[in-house]
Nanobody, 115 residues
Framework: QVQLVESGGGLVQPGGSLRLSCAASGSIFGLGAMGWFRQAPGIERELVALVTTGNTSNYADSVKGRFTISRDNAKNTVYLQMDSLKPEDTAVYYC?????????WGQGTQVTVSS
């Protein structure tokens, strides 16, 4: 089995920063791309950022220039550095990993941006 354990969510003020982490464990031979999705009430789930094993990354237009995704292959961990946070970033953030061509998801971590 594959397990994804997230950490780093919380409450921050607009303009603040958070760093999310997600560690993959279990049967993860063949671990491929990892990334982050988010979902807010009444809004469809969207891709936030994705990074390949070769450290090629892509971002949603709404977060470009503010968020940075990275990974540590030795630790099987993906990170999302979120800067200049806006209230619109409030959502549950889900870690994603592809293992042997199958998708896996974390349980989600709440990010709330509010004054």
């Amino acid at each position: 089995q594959v397990q994804l354990v997230e950490s780093g969510g919380g409450l921050v003020q607009p303009g603040g920063s958070l760093r999310l982490s997600c560690a993959a464990s279990g049967s993860i031979f063949g671990l491929g791309a990892m990334g982050w999705f988010r979902q807010a009430p009444g809004i469809e789930r969207e891709l936030v950022a994705l990074v390949t094993t070769g450290n090629t990354s892509n971002y949603a237009d709404s977060v470009k220039g503010r968020f940075t995704i990275s990974r540590d292959n030795a630790k099987n961990t993906v990170y999302l550095q979120m800067d200049s946070l806006k209230p619109e970033d409030t959502a549950v953030y889900y870690c994603y990993a592809r293992v042997r061509f199958k998708p896996y998801w974390g349980q989600g971590t709440q990010v709330t941006v509010s004054s």
